[in-house]
């Protein structure tokens, strides 16, 4: 248990993912007639996943480096002839 909760502190990405995807899977779950809906499901497993002691000062470079990495193209707003 220990490696994962560490694995999640160096690539919070994982922790990210991991979020969305218990969210997204707990959400679709009914109990009867209720269910806690996918966006209440991604909150709270984001507050479980949270509960780990991360160091979130990273999360903010690396959505912010896939934001502005260029793409394959030969430059932003360049035409080639």
């Known amino acids: 248990m220990q490696w994962f909760l560490q694995t999640l502190r160096d ?26 809906g996918v966006v209440t499901s991604v909150l709270l497993a984001g507050v479980l996943i949270g509960q780990a002691k991360m160091v979130t000062h990273r999360i903010p470079a690396v959505i912010s480096d896939s934001v502005t990495r260029p793409g394959p193209s030969a430059g932003f707003g360049q035409r080639t002839m």
Do not use: D, M, R, V
Request: no cysteine; glycine share 12%.
């Open 11 to 36: 690539y919070p990405e994982i922790a990210i993912f991991l979020t969305l995807a218990l969210g997204f899977w707990f959400g679709n779950l009914k109990f009867g007639k209720f269910s806690f």
